[in-house]
């Protein structure tokens, strides 16, 4: 079945699945238990780290796990507001994060007595640093969140200038890198990150567990309180196998990138997905930049399809994609993204995201580009009856 | 094999009509349409319609049936051709019926064209009504008849319809979704407006309309009371009036331009004819002159009627024996036994004791 919707969550890998299964069927064992048990699965626990660690450019140190992504960019926003005194929780984001920062920003805001402002966009999705600037206070803006790559069109941002913009307000730089860790890749060091979420399955690790690295010095405030684990920042038992799984994924991700032409062979999967999808809709537009950003990620706006309609039909056909986003229902809802992007509500209803990745082949994408052109088919007539 | 898109609510009827359908040997596709935009945290369980626990529970029995499912935002829609209506016609003194309206827009015509469009053969609903030959006609349970809220229908419509429960009865249709362990079979009845979920229409119109204040006069125009707005009352309402008098006081009419609700004596509702506009045959030929049976509210006593067409979509009903309280923006649906003929939103009444007409 081909499966173009990486994005959303990413295969398994066979190394991730290898990594887990030792873990999954040996005796109870909890990673800080004192115990020869206890030892092995904090050792497979303590590799992952470094894996993890390694993929990002940080020290295993700083690496503290969590139940995924939305866990760690919830963490982060709260964490580093909480950490600050009453007056001095100012927040500055793009208007094109995550809910799992957005929505987090909106509670400290309502909450916690916390600041929040948006830095636009551009219609490529990407964030202008003077603009972002300008919204820093020195002394008040706490912290500063940019996404390394957005989920929905792929567009990097500037995640080194704006964290050489935060830095110089004394705030720290929180960069979602839920998308972006394989591929195009970011460096802790080398982009000034202070903060860092990462989840498993993206990288082709199980669901269930994530990462927040945090830059030795970055001072948080916990969320979770209980038994003091990862330095006292999230509390709970680690799931060790998940924990193996992401970092086997991180591994064999940052091989991916290491690997001279990977990058360039999914950039060429993508063009040749779009160039089949033009020939069959010409008025196709693209959504984002994507010469900068995700490699294997498309946003296309089906001029007068809706989304709903093509996902259903491509559904029908075996062929997994998804629209900008979706409500908690399910329901295909007008991305924030694209509205950020400028887009009216109608463009950003017409919208498919085609993401591909690790296991992803020319057949997936041809088989694709098959089941669209059935879909228009379809709705062809529709059309001429209008 | 006969493609088919099931609407589904998340309640025991549209589960059993999808069931039924898959049964049928249909190629079998559920959808649920989200109608509210309402944020999750704050949605009552079991109040109100299309909330999250819905969307869940048409899921779940989508997942029993083993057929796709998908959830379509139709919010705006709704919004539009139903919220903002109801608002506008209580606003305008009328009293709407929103499920023949949701009906006509959202729910069937609207879903019926979406599914052609996608290459579906039929719509299927779990609405109580049959349709044979392409024919409408009442359900064979006559205490759940929906056909009242589908008379707008025309042979198009008619042709791609598909209503599983026209021949069953309530709790037959109870017992077939415990016997295929479908969850909702416990699942209570949902009642009144779906979108003022705490039934007070009189409340929510006066958040959406802000308070109009006005006289309640007779019908010799003495006023005898003040109201905080017209669009709080309806034709035949009798309570809420703010006002003494020796005998009980009805709501005649609702003027909302001059503000003014006129009440009068019970035996003042009585009228004899009501006019329709936007009348339709479900025949797609016209509603003919003729005698036919007439109901005038959702669960309302049939009346006997000559059919009078006017022409441009306007009929007169001249009923056989006066009807009490009949309100401009009811639906008005033409029986000949149990097919439906058709029928009108009505658009005037001439009451029983006035001249002419």
């Known amino acids: ?386 | 094999m006969s493609q088919v898109l099931v609407a589904m609510s998340g309640g025991v009827d549209s589960s059993v009509a999808a069931a039924l359908a898959v049964e049928a040997g249909w190629d079998v596709t559920g959808v649920h349409l989200r109608l509210a935009d309402t944020p999750a945290h704050l949605q009552v369980q079991g109040k109100g319609c299309c909330t999250l626990a819905d969307a869940d529970d048409a899921r779940r029995v989508a997942g029993t049936l083993g057929i796709p499912f998908y959830v379509w935002d139709m919010a705006e829609e709704f919004r539009r051709a139903v919220v903002d209506d109801f608002a506008d016609e209580y606003a305008g003194g009328r009293t709407p019926n929103p499920c023949a309206r949701c009906n006509e827009r959202v729910k069937v015509v609207g879903l019926l064209e979406r599914a052609r469009a996608l290459g579906f053969d039929a719509l299927a609903t779990g609405h109580y009504a049959r349709v044979e030959d392409g024919r409408l006609y009442r359900a064979a349970d006559r205490a759940k008849d929906q056909s009242y809220v589908l008379y707008m229908l025309g042979p198009a419509e008619l042709d791609r319809l598909r209503l599983p429960l026209g021949r069953m009865t309530k709790p037959e249709v109870r017992a077939t979704a415990a016997r295929l362990g479908l969850r909702t079979a416990a699942k209570p009845e949902s009642f009144d407006v779906c979108f003022v979920p705490d039934g007070d229409t009189a409340g929510w119109l006066e958040r959406r309309l802000g308070r109009r204040p006005g006289q309640v006069v007779d019908t010799a125009g003495r006023v005898l009371g003040h109201h905080q707005g017209a669009y709080r009352y309806t034709v035949g309402q009798r309570r809420g009036l703010g006002i003494a008098a020796a005998t009980p006081r009805y709501v005649l009419r609702v003027e909302p331009a001059a503000a003014r609700v006129v009440v009068g004596e019970r035996a003042e509702l009585a009228i004899r004819a009501v006019e329709l506009e936007r009348a339709s045959a479900t025949d797609g030929r016209g509603l003919r002159p003729g005698h036919a049976g007439v109901r005038l509210r959702a669960h309302g006593q049939e009346v006997g009627c000559q059919v009078v067409p006017q022409g441009d979509g306007r009929v007169r009903l001249d009923l056989d024996e006066p009807v009490a309280a009949v309100a401009p923006g009811q639906a008005a649906v033409l029986y000949d036994g149990d097919l439906v003929l058709g029928g009108g939103t009505v658009a005037a009444t001439v009451p029983a004791a006035s001249p002419g007409g």
Not at chain 1, 88 to 93: D, E, F, I, P, T
Not at chain 1, 143 to 169: I, K
Not at chain 1, 170 to 199: F, Y
Request: glycine residues 12%.
């Open chain 1, 1 to 386: 079945m081909p499966y173009l919707d990486y994005a959303a969550s990413a295969p398994l890998r066979a190394e991730a699945l290898a990594a887990m299964r030792p873990l999954l069927e040996r005796p109870a064992a909890n990673p800080s238990s004192q115990h020869g048990p206890g030892r092995a699965a904090r050792a497979a626990v303590e590799t992952a780290r470094e894996q993890v660690a390694a993929l990002v450019g940080a020290a295993p140190g700083e690496v503290v796990f969590t139940s995924g992504g939305t866990e760690a960019d919830n963490l982060a926003v709260k964490g580093a507001l909480l950490a600050r005194p009453a007056g001095a929780r100012g927040l500055v984001c793009t208007a094109v994060e995550h809910h799992a920062v957005l929505d987090a920003a909106a509670w400290a805001e309502a909450d916690a007595g916390a600041r929040v402002a948006l830095a636009p966009v551009d219609r490529a999705g990407r964030v202008d640093t003077e603009r972002l600037g300008g919204l820093l206070e020195p002394g008040r803006t706490a912290l500063v969140a940019v996404m390394a790559a957005n989920n929905e069109v792929g567009t990097g941002q500037p995640v080194a200038a704006a964290a050489a913009l935060a830095h110089d307000a004394g705030a720290l730089l929180l960069c979602d890198a839920v998308q972006a860790a394989g591929l195009p890749g970011v460096d802790m060091g080398r982009d000034g990150i202070d903060l860092l979420a990462l989840a498993a399955h993206k990288l082709g690790g199980p669901t269930g567990v994530g990462a927040l690295v945090v830059r030795a010095g970055a001072e948080l405030r916990p969320l979770l309180h209980g038994g003091g684990q990862e330095r006292g920042l999230r509390s709970g038992t680690l799931p060790a196998a998940a924990i193996a799984g992401f970092g086997a994924a991180a591994a064999a991700a940052l091989a991916e990138r290491e690997a001279p032409g990977y990058a360039a062979a999914l950039a060429a999967l993508r063009a040749r997905l779009l160039a089949g999808l033009r020939a069959l809709e010409p008025a196709l537009a693209v959504n984002g930049d994507p010469g900068s950003g995700l490699p294997g990620l498309l946003s296309v706006r089906f001029p007068g399809r809706r989304a709903e309609d093509l996902l259903l039909l491509l559904d029908r056909q075996g062929v997994a994609c998804s629209a900008g986003s979706a409500c908690a229902s399910g329901a295909v809802t007008p991305s924030h993204v694209l509205l950020a992007m400028g887009r009216e509500p109608a463009e950003a209803r017409e919208t498919v995201r085609f993401s591909l990745g690790h296991a992803s082949t020319e057949a997936d994408v041809d088989a694709a580009v098959a089941a669209v052109r059935e879909a228009l088919r379809v709705l062809a007539p529709q059309e001429a009856a209008r």
